[in-house]
C-alpha cells in the first residue's frame, strides 16, 4: 500500500524501485539518471493534467496501469513497458495522447495471473511481445496500434490463443517493415486486422498447420500495402493460412503462396479485387467480389450452400491457374456478364449432370490445359486461345460464340455432346484447325444464326442434331465420318450448305435428313454448294420441313435402295427447286432409284413445278434422273416439267415416271440445229423455229436426232456466236 506521489512542476525519476507510484505534476515528469529500470510492484497512475515522459527508459510494472483522464504518458524506441506481476492479472487503461513504444508481456508461468487486460484503446509506436509461457493479452474489444511487430510466442500453460482481441481492431501502421510473428500452438484470432502504412507487412509462423491459421473474425483492410502471407526470407517456413469472417478490403498488393489457402468463412461477404493462390469461399451466404478483378493462381474452391458473385454492376473477371470447384451442394457461381480465364493445367468441377443456371459461366477462355467434370454451362463466349480443353463424359452448352485457336478435346462418349444454345442473335463457330465434334447440336432460339469460320469433323457414328436455329457453312467443309452418322434438321432448324461450302462424307450409309425443318443447298452461280464423298455411300431425305436447293452440285450421291435425294414429305422451295444444279456420277441403286425423288413431294396440279438447268451426269450405279411414279392423291399430284436440262442422264428416256406423265421435258431456251438448208451458223433456217441463236442466255443443241437436212456440221463463218450453253449430244458431228 506504499505510494510515492510526483505532485511537483518538472521533476526527474531516477531509476528506484516502488511499490505505487501517482503522476500528478503540473509540468513533466521524466526518467533520466545512470541506467536502470523504473520497477513498480504495485499500480502506476497517471492523473489529469500530468505528464509523464519514459523517454527511452524501460518500466517495469507489476499492477495496473491507469491513464484514464487527460495526463499523458511518452516513450521512445527502444524503451519498454514490461507487464511482469506473478501473482495477479494485470489491466492497462490509457488515452489517445498516450503512446507506449514497447509493451512486453511477462508473467506467471505457471495456469494462472498470465493476463494483461486492456482497458481502453492502446498505441505502440513498436513492438507488442507475449512472451513464452507466461502471457495472455486481452484486449478486451478495445483497439490497439502496433509500429512494429506483433509477437506471439508459445504458451504451454494455455489450452487457447494467448492473444484475445474480442471485437477490438489491430492496426499495423509503422513505418519500417512490420512481422506478424506467431509460434502459438492454437491459431492467432484477429477481430478486424488493418494495414494503415506504406511499409511492407509479413506474417511469420514456425509451427503446425493449426498453429499456422490467421483467423479473421471481421474485416481485413489492407490501405495500400504489400501484405504478404509469409517472410519473404523464408516462405516455406513461415507461411500461413487465413480464414476470414468479415469483408476483404485490398487497396494494396497481397501475396501468398502455394502451399496454403485463404478462406472466407463467414456470411455475406465482400472480397476486393486480390490475387490468390488457393482460394476457398465457405460459410454461408453471398461472397461479392467488389472493386476489380480476382487472380486464383492454384485453386478457387465454392462451399456448400455459399455463392460467389462476380458483382451485378461490375462483371468482375476471374483468372484461375488450375482446380475450380463448385461442386459441393448448393454452391452457386452468379457469373453475371464476367470471364472467367484458365491459363495452367487444371479440371473445372461443376457438380451438375445438365445445364444449371446456378452454375454457369458467361464468357470463359482457356490458354492452358483444361479438363472437365460435369457438364459445363457457358451462356456466352467459349474460346480457346491456346493449350487443350478436354470434354471427358459431360456436356457443354455455349450461348455465344465458339472460338478454338489451340485443341478442342471432344471425347468418344455418348454423353459428351456440344449443345449451341443461344437464344437470339449472330454467332459464330470456329472450330479451329483438324477439329472432330463428336455429339453436336444446335439447340437455340429460332432466330439465332450460327455461321462456321472452320472446317470441321463429324466422328463416332454421333449425329450433327440441328433442333432449332439456322446454321449457316460460309464457304467451309464438312466432312462427315464413320457409318451411319447424320446430319439431321428438325423441326425449327435450319441447315444452310452454302456457296463454296462442301460436305464430304466419307463411310457407309451416312446421310443428311430434314425432319422438319429448313435444309438449303444453295451457292450461286459462281460458287456451288456441294455435297460429295470420298468412299461409302451417303443420302438425302426429307419427311417434313421445306427443301431448297439452287446453284448446287451432287457428287456421287446415293446409297443404293436409299436413293440419292428423296422428298418423302413437307415442301420445296419455290424459288431454290432443284433448278441450276449437276448430279454426278449417282451411287443408288440401277433403275429403281433416281437422283431426285418426288413421289412425296405435292405439287398442285394447277400449277405444277417447273425446275430447270439441271444437269444429270452418268459414270456411276444411278441411271434415272427424276422419280415421280407414285404421287400424292389429287389435287397434290401435279407434274415437273424439267426445263432446259441436260446431261448424259437427261431427258425422258432416264426418268422413272407413270403412265399419267408426270415428268415432262421442254427447252424453252434451247436452239436446236436442223442443218436443212446450209452449214452457216448465223443463218436463221438453218435453225428450228426460224431464227439463229444470238444471245448469252440461250441453250444451243446439236443432236442428230433434230437434224433434217444435209448439214449437220454448224460452221461459224461470217462472224462470231454468241450463246449461253452449247450442248453436243446423241452422236452429233459437232462445230465445224
Known amino acids: 500500500s506504499d505510494l510515492v506521489v510526483f505532485n511537483g512542476i518538472d521533476q526527474v525519476i531516477y531509476p528506484s524501485n516502488f511499490q505505487n507510484v501517482t503522476i500528478a505534476n503540473t509540468g513533466i515528469d521524466s526518467l533520466s539518471g545512470p541506467g536502470g529500470n523504473l520497477v513498480i510492484y504495485g499500480n502506476l497512475q497517471i492523473a489529469d493534467g500530468a505528464q509523464f515522459a519514459a523517454r527511452t527508459r524501460t518500466i517495469v510494472i507489476h499492477g495496473n496501469w491507469t491513464n484514464s483522464g487527460s495526463g499523458i504518458f511518452t516513450q521512445e524506441i527502444p524503451g519498454v ?16 495522447t498516450s503512446y507506449f513504444a514497447n509493451i512486453t508481456i511477462t508473467k506467471n508461468n505457471g495456469a494462472t495471473f498470465q493476463t494483461l487486460t486492456a482497458l481502453s484503446n492502446i498505441k505502440i509506436t513498436n513492438s507488442l511481445v507475449l512472451s513464452a509461457n507466461t502471457a495472455i493479452f486481452n484486449l478486451n474489444n478495445f483497439d490497439v496500434q502496433i509500429g512494429g511487430n506483433l509477437t506471439v510466442n508459445s504458451n504451454s500453460n494455455s489450452t487457447a490463443n494467448t492473444f484475445i482481441t474480442g471485437t477490438g481492431k489491430v492496426i499495423f501502421n509503422g513505418a519500417d517493415v512490420q512481422e506478424i510473428q506467431h509460434y502459438n500452438a492454437y491459431p492467432l484470432q484477429f477481430n478486424t486486422i488493418e494495414f494503415a502504412s506504406s511499409t511492407n507487412k509479413m506474417f ?18 489492407n490501405n495500400g500495402q504489400n501484405v504478404y502471407g509469409y517472410l519473404t526470407s523464408n516462405i516455406g517456413a513461415t507461411y500461413v493460412y487465413f480464414d476470414v469472417a468479415g469483408n476483404w478490403i485490398n487497396n494494396g498488393s497481397f501475396y501468398h503462396t502455394t502451399l496454403a489457402n485463404v478462406t ?121 486461345l491456346s493449350g487443350t480443353f478436354t470434354t471427358g463424359n459431360n ?95 428438325n423441326a425449327g432448324g435450319e441447315f444452310n450448305i452454302e456457296g463454296n461450302s462442301n460436305i464430304v462424307f466419307t463411310n457407309t450409309n451416312q446421310s443428311i435428313r430434314n425432319l422438319g425443318g429448313i435444309f438449303k443447298l444453295v451457292g450461286t452461280s459462281g460458287n456451288l454448294a456441294t455435297l460429295s464423298k470420298t468412299a461409302g455411300s451417303y443420302y ?3 419427311s417434313a420441313g421445306t427443301f431448297h436447293a439452287r446453284y448446287y452440285k451432287c457428287d456421287a450421291i446415293g446409297a443404293t435402295t436409299n436413293g ?9 422451295d419455290a424459288t431454290n427447286n432443284f433448278s441450276n444444279g449437276t448430279f454426278v456420277s449417282g451411287n443408288s441403286t440401277a433403275t429403281t432409284t433416281a437422283y431426285i425423288d418426288l413421289n412425296g413431294l405435292a405439287i398442285n396440279k394447277a400449277t405444277n413445278l417447273e425446275i430447270s438447268n439441271i444437269t444429270f ?44 406423265n408426270f415428268v415432262q421435258w421442254v427447252y424453252p431456251s434451247g436452239f436446236f440445229w436442223e442443218g436443212d438448208f446450209s452449214d452457216n451458223w448465223h443463218d436463221n433456217q438453218n435453225w428450228q423455229g426460224g431464227l439463229a441463236p444470238n444471245d448469252s442466255s440461250v441453250f444451243v443443241y446439236i443432236d442428230q436426232a433434230s437434224y433434217i437436212g444435209p448439214y449437220p456440221i454448224a460452221k461459224i463463218k461470217t462472224a462470231d456466236a454468241l450463246c449461253g450453253r452449247l450442248i453436243i449430244t446423241n452422236g452429233g458431228a459437232g462445230l465445224g
Not at 81 to 94: K, L, W, Y
Not at 321 to 349: P, Q, W, Y
Not at 564 to 572: F, M, S, V, Y
Open 81 to 96: 513497458v514490461n507487464f511482469a506481476g506473478t501473482t495477479a492479472d494485470q489491466s492497462i487503461e490509457t488515452n489517445a
Open 204 to 221: 511469420r509462423c514456425n509451427g503446425t498447420d493449426v498453429s499456422r491459421k490467421i483467423i479473421i473474425l471481421g474485416d481485413f483492410v
Open 264 to 384: 472466407f468463412n463467414g456470411a455475406n461477404q465482400s472480397i476486393g479485387t486480390s490475387d490468390f493462390w488457393n482460394v476457398v469461399f465457405a460459410g454461408t451466404g453471398t461472397k461479392i467480389i467488389e472493386g476489380g478483378n480476382i487472380t486464383v493462381k492454384q485453386d478457387l474452391t465454392i462451399g456448400a450452400g455459399v455463392t460467389l458473385d462476380v458483382n451485378s454492376v461490375e462483371n468482375n473477371n476471374l483468372l484461375v491457374s488450375r482446380h475450380f470447384n463448385m461442386s459441393a451442394a448448393g454452391a452457386i457461381f452468379e457469373a453475371r456478364n464476367g470471364l472467367v480465364k484458365f491459363d495452367g493445367t487444371g479440371t473445372i468441377t461443376v457438380g451438375s449432370t445438365s445445364e444449371n443456371t446456378n452454375r454457369n459461366f458467361y464468357d470463359i477462355e482457356f490458354s492452358g490445359n483444361t479438363s472437365l467434370s460435369g457438364d459445363l454451362d457457358v451462356d456466352n463466349n467459349f474460346s480457346i
Open 395 to 489: 456436356k457443354i452448352y455455349i450461348g455465344g460464340n465458339f472460338s478454338n485457336l489451340g485443341t478442342f478435346a471432344h471425347s468418344n462418349n455418348v454423353a459428351a455432346q456440344v449443345i449451341f444454345n443461344a437464344a437470339s442473335g449472330t454467332k459464330t463457330i470456329n472450330p479451329g484447325t483438324g477439329i472432330a465434334f463428336r455429339n453436336l447440336q444446335i439447340n437455340a432460339g429460332v432466330a439465332t444464326i450460327y455461321t462456321l469460320q472452320n472446317n470441321f469433323s463429324i466422328n463416332n457414328n454421333f449425329d450433327f442434331i440441328i433442333n432449332s436455329g439456322t446454321f449457316n457453312t460460309n464457304g467451309k467443309t464438312i466432312t462427315v465420318n464413320d457409318a451411319n452418322t447424320k446430319i439431321v434438321i
Open 540 to 542: 438425302v431425305t426429307q
Open 564 to 572: 440419292a435425294i428423296t422428298i418423302a414429305g413437307g415442301n420445296l
Open 617 to 660: 451426269n452418268g459414270g456411276g450405279t444411278t441411271n434415272k434422273n427424276i422419280k415421280r411414279n407414285a404421287t400424292p392423291a389429287d389435287p397434290n399430284n401435279g407434274i415437273v416439267e424439267l426445263q432446259d436440262c441436260i446431261g448424259a442422264l437427261s431427258g425422258p428416256t432416264f426418268e422413272l415416271d407413270a403412265a399419267e
